[in-house]
C-alpha cells in the first residue's frame, strides 16, 4: 500500500481540546503527524482529511480511488452509526479501509453499538485510544 488516506469525521478536529479522559490529549495534527511519519518511513504516502459534513466525506471516498489511493483509514465519528451513505460510498468504490475508533463504543450507549461499516471493513480497532490509528497503518503497509 503506497497511498493511504486518513479520514476524521465529525468533532474530531477538537481532539485535544475537550474530553481528554474519553479520547486523550493528542490533537489532530499530532495523529496526523504520528501517522504520516510511519507511513514515509516505508516510502508511501499519507493523504489526510477531516470533515463535519456527511457529503464532503463521501465526495473524498468517491474521488480517493481516481487519485490513486489504495486503502482508507476512517473514524467515522458519529457517522458510524447513522451513514448509509459512507457505507454505499465504500460499496461503490470498492476501496479497502480500516475503521478505528479511540473510544470503545461497546462500552457505551446502546446507541454507539451499531455501525454501518464494520461488516464492510478489512477489519476495526476499537477502544485502544488514538493509537489505534497507528496500529491501522502498520497493518496496511505490512499488508500485499
Ligand atoms: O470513539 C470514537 O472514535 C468515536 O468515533 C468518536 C465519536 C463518537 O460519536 C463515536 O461513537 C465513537 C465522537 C467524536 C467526538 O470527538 C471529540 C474529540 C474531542 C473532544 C470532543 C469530541
Redesign the pocket.
Known amino acids: 500500500m503506497n497511498k493511504i488516506l486518513l479520514i476524521n ?4 478536529n ?6 481528554p479522559e ?2 486523550g490529549s493528542s490533537s489532530l495534527s499530532d495523529v496526523e503527524a504520528a501517522v504520516r511519519s510511519i507511513v514515509n518511513e516505508h516510502g508511501g504516502q499519507l493523504v489526510t482529511f477531516q470533515s463535519n459534513h456527511e457529503g464532503e466525506i463521501v465526495e473524498v471516498i468517491q474521488n480517493a480511488k481516481k487519485q490513486g489511493v489504495e486503502a482508507v483509514i476512517i ?4 457517522f ?2 447513522t451513514s448509509v451513505a459512507i457505507r454505499d460510498a465504500f460499496l461503490a468504490v470498492q476501496l479497502p479501509f480500516v475503521e ?4 470503545n ?1 461497546f462500552k ?1 450507549e446502546e446507541f ?1 453499538h451499531h455501525s454501518y461499516l464494520s461488516d464492510i471493513a478489512i477489519g476495526c480497532i476499537i477502544g485502544l485510544g488514538v493509537q489505534g490509528y497507528e496500529l491501522a497503518v502498520l497493518y496496511l503497509l505490512n499488508t500485499k
Open positions: 469525521g465529525p468533532n474530531l477538537l481532539l485535544g481540546q475537550r474530553e474519553k479520547y473514524n467515522p465519528g458519529a458510524t452509526h478505528v475508533h479511540i473510544s463504543i457505551r454507539r
